[in-house]
């Protein structure tokens, strides 16, 4: 037994003997709650008695399933029989005997989302309606539907007040009917089937309840209704539940998590045991405290107190950008900075709220040479939304481009089915012609009158875009394009994922007006060119990278250092939450996810100015900050109600889309106009100073008109230097690229010398 509760502390080693009846162990971040799960299941197995094969241990990823039998099997001798697996895989098992009961054969097939796309688009097809909204409206209903575990008839009892539903809940049905035919299952059916079984079904019911005697579940704060369910009906006959998670890591909401689960489980269970486990091991004192502060301003949660014996460490620090390019930079450079003090590049993690965010970050560690890797999300403009607006760009540069057509010529939807594109490529192949020939050479082609029309449709779309491009700015170029094709009615709908789609394409217009910026009259094939020369990421170096993520990427990793950025009312907490509690306090344990991600150092920034959903706007800082201003060493803005000059409620602070004001709390600005807080100025400064990469006789060297060149960019023209000494930035003008500033103590270039 020494061997196992040896290696635990005394809070950790109650829950693992308790082996009977309901627990539910409240494990904070990083306070050991896997090693507290698998040593419970080594302790049943090799102190109990207990055979593997009446173990279940439920997790939510494969990776995290993989890593607890790699533990169990480094305790326990034989492992065999034990079901450790992610609720998805338990549901598939238990179906593949047991679906016969529901009217299936058990040679069912699992049907992705790509395959479940293409069924509910023939589905469309033949619902008399081409509209691209309702099809988008009518998936996110039947997940919402199934999350709840809801029949369309049900559905429909449950939203009558929701506009249009009775077609939703009938295309629903229909939709259910073709997965029936087809002997078919959704990933939402997995659960739905296994829970209709287990609640249907005594003998299905009674079988696994008896064969798993002890059930162990992680993360439970993530589990939502349907899940539960299935859980309660396995642990009917004896319930030996075992249940850890963390209610103020509860951040998965909108995907369905139901966070009442955890918060009500003595209710569901009576006579449940609670351990609580608050002593963490990953961060330091300051870090920890910080956390405590921001997480204790939510009221629905069950109390606890992090703390470690680790050191108090280093402050923790904040940062005022004058937009997102300065905000980048400063990362960039601390980065640099910390790099040549003997970290390495895959210590640091960038946290945002939005995907949205990086583009910015790509760009900066690309000028300096920071090998990056983007999770959560493709790199930007690998992101699909991105790419397909692209293609109407390269469309308008190169007609001839038929991999840009084939890509946006049916999105939006304009009803150009895939015979239809056949058609035309066979067409061009035999005139030896390539596809934009076939679309004005339409009317020859053996094609019904209405899809010759929307074809034709088509070309006066690009024909007219063709003009905009040889007499409009740049700049205007991406707003007709979306108005031209209609593209943004893809995203109409109010989710999540629409949501970034949006603040992703408003980002695409920051990128093109930051590029004229820099490059005067540059053509919009040359755009084009600084695209595919920033997505080149040949030269990123095996494991040691800079990880850019979302904070839902995250959850469960850690990294030495820690940067948060865009903490901004709108940005972070996103938008929705301003009036919505529930979501504000999911948006405040997503701000308590991301600062315990970090061990040794924490910053946090916010700008000032920032550029989204098109439009460039002042910003008001995050409520989070002002919430944590006195851990932070900042000063504590005074609670304003918002009146018709604009303050704001929550922050004392006064927003202007037009920059005719400041925010009311801002730092004193730099000599390049920049706002620091906390210290960050002083450290920005500090940081070039820390062992130099150019020896300080050198950095004269660097004049206007000296040519150098780039590990990425190649050779190019200093045209203006600012700073002086380690702080030095040039403005180096690059054939094909265009200006770029670089810091000349961190940029990897060099001086071409004559």
């Known amino acids: 037994m020494n061997e196992i509760l040896d290696k635990l502390n005394e809070e950790q080693i109650k829950p693992v003997m308790d082996t009977e009846g309901a627990v539910l162990v409240i494990a904070g971040a990083g306070s050991g709650k896997t090693r507290v799960l698998t040593s419970r299941i080594a302790y049943l197995v090799k102190e109990k008695g207990v055979s593997p094969r009446n173990i279940l241990a439920i997790t939510f990823t494969n990776k995290a399933a993989d890593e607890m039998k790699e533990r169990l099997a480094s305790m326990i001798d034989d492992i065999e029989g034990m079901w450790v697996s992610t609720i998805h895989s338990m549901c598939t098992k238990i179906l593949r005997q047991n679906i016969p009961f529901l009217g299936y054969d058990k040679n069912f097939t699992i049907y992705s989302e790509a395959d479940k796309d293409r069924v509910l688009k023939r589905i469309l097809d033949g619902f008399q309606s081409d509209d691209e909204k309702f099809l988008k409206n009518a998936k996110w209903h039947i997940s919402n539907a199934k999350t709840l575990g809801l029949s369309p008839k049900k559905y429909l009892e449950e939203m009558q007040d929701v506009k249009d539903i009775e077609k939703y809940c009938s295309f629903y049905a229909l939709y259910e009917d073709e997965l029936k035919a087809s002997n078919a299952l959704d990933f939402d059916d997995l659960l739905l089937k296994t829970r209709d079984v287990l609640a249907n079904f005594e003998e299905a019911r009674n079988y696994y309840s008896e064969k798993f005697r002890y059930i162990h579940i992680d993360e439970f704060q993530d589990t939502n209704a349907i899940q539960y369910e299935i ?370 150092r924490l910053f946090i920034t916010n700008a000032q100015s920032r550029f989204l959903f098109g439009d460039r706007q002042y910003t008001v800082k995050s409520r989070f900050i002002n919430e944590l201003a006195p851990e932070l060493g900042l000063p504590v803005p005074k609670p304003r109600v918002r009146t018709d000059d604009g303050y704001n409620r929550y922050t004392g602070e006064r927003r202007s889309i037009y920059g005719e004001e400041r925010n009311e709390v801002v730092s004193s600005a730099s000599t390049t106009g920049t706002g620091y807080s906390s210290g960050a100025a002083k450290k920005f400064s500090d940081a070039q100073k820390l062992k130099p990469q150019v020896a300080a006789d050198k950095f004269g060297a660097y004049a206007v008109g000296k040519k150098v060149r780039h590990v990425k960019f190649g050779e190019g023209i200093i045209v203006a230097i600012k700073g002086s000494g380690p702080s030095q930035i040039a403005d180096v003008a690059f054939k094909g690229v265009g200006v770029k500033s670089l810091s000349i103590r961190f940029a990897p270039m060099e001086l071409i010398e004559k």
Not at 284 to 304: D, Q, S, Y
Not at 572 to 581: K, Y
Request: charge should be negative; hydrophobic fraction near 40%.
């Open 231 to 600: 859980v309660k009906y396995l642990v009917r006959n004896h319930g030996n539940i075992f249940a850890v998670g963390d209610d103020d890591q509860s951040i998965y909401g909108w995907r369905g998590a139901e966070i009442k689960n955890i918060l009500g489980f003595e209710k569901d269970f009576i006579g449940a045991k609670i351990y609580k486990l608050e002593r963490n091991y990953r961060s330091t004192k300051r870090i920890l405290n910080l956390a405590n502060a921001i997480i204790k301003n939510n009221t629905e949660r069950k109390k606890k107190v992090l703390w470690t014996d680790n050191a108090d460490g280093v402050k923790v620090e904040t940062y005022t950008a004058s937009d997102e390019t300065n905000e980048a930079m400063y990362t960039a450079v601390q980065i640099k900075s910390l790099i040549a003090r003997g970290y390495h590049a895959g210590d640091f993690a960038v946290l945002m709220r939005i995907n949205a965010l990086s583009r910015a970050y790509e760009q900066e560690f690309m000028k300096y040479g920071i090998p990056y890797k983007v999770f959560g999300g493709f790199k930007f403009f690998e992101r699909k939304e991105i790419k397909d607006l692209m293609a109407y760009f390269r469309i308008l540069v190169n007609p001839l481009d038929t991999d840009a057509i084939l890509r946006v010529i049916n999105v939006p939807k304009r009803g150009i089915g895939d015979k239809t594109i056949d058609i035309m490529l066979e067409h061009a192949k035999e005139k030896g012609m390539c596809l934009y020939d076939s679309i004005l050479d339409v009317d020859e082609l053996d094609l019904p009158a209405a899809t010759k029309g929307r074809i034709n449709n088509f070309r006066q779309v690009i024909v007219s875009l063709i003009v905009d491009k040889e007499t409009s700015k740049l700049t205007d170029l991406l707003k007709k394009v979306i108005d031209k094709t209609g593209y943004m009615a893809l995203f109409e709908a109010d989710t999540e994922e629409n949501f970034t789609k949006r603040a992703n394409v408003g980002e695409l217009q920051n990128s093109i007006e930051e590029f004229v910026k820099l490059n005067g009259d540059a053509s919009l094939a040359d755009f084009l060119s600084s695209v595919t020369l920033s997505s080149d990421t040949d030269e990123m170096d095996d494991g040691d990278y800079v990880t850019l993520a979302t904070i839902h990427a995250v959850k469960g990793l850690e990294f030495r250092s820690v940067f948060i950025c865009g903490l901004e009312e709108t940005v972070f907490p996103i938008s929705r939450a301003g009036n919505n509690q529930a979501e504000l306090e999911e948006e405040r344990r997503l701000m308590y996810v991301a600062i315990t991600r970090a061990e040794e």
